[in-house]
């Protein structure tokens, strides 16, 4: 999967988890900016991700995936 793909996923798979409208800024795809996005919320969205992606994030990782971008590194590592 390309970059662009990614990146467009890993968006789509924030919105769904938190239920974000499709017309909702990027600035707010972002741990601290959505209230959903509490320590349950991330453990629901990494499951998502990890469930998509057929990954599996370590644990020292989880704390970094808080936005669009942290994710398509973290998922692009783990895939290597």
């Given at each position: 999967?390309?970059?662009?793909?990614?990146?467009?996923?890993?968006?789509?798979?924030?919105?769904?988890?938190?239920?974000?409208p499709e017309s909702a800024?990027?600035?707010?795809?972002?741990?601290?900016?959505?209230?959903?996005?509490?320590?349950?919320?991330?453990?629901?969205?990494?499951?998502?991700?990890?469930?998509?992606?057929?990954?599996?994030?370590?644990?020292?990782?989880?704390?970094?995936?808080?936005?669009?971008?942290s994710i398509v590194s973290?998922?692009?590592?783990?895939?290597?």
């Amino acid at each position: 999967m390309e970059t662009g793909s990614l990146e467009q996923t890993v968006r789509e798979l924030i919105k769904s988890t938190f239920q974000v409208p499709e017309s909702a800024s990027d600035t707010l795809l972002q741990k601290g900016s959505l209230p959903a996005w509490d320590s349950l919320g991330h453990m629901s969205l990494v499951s998502a991700i990890e469930n998509k992606f057929g990954v599996s994030f370590p644990t020292y990782m989880l704390q970094d995936l808080v936005s669009v971008d942290s994710i398509v590194s973290a998922v692009k590592e783990v895939r290597e």
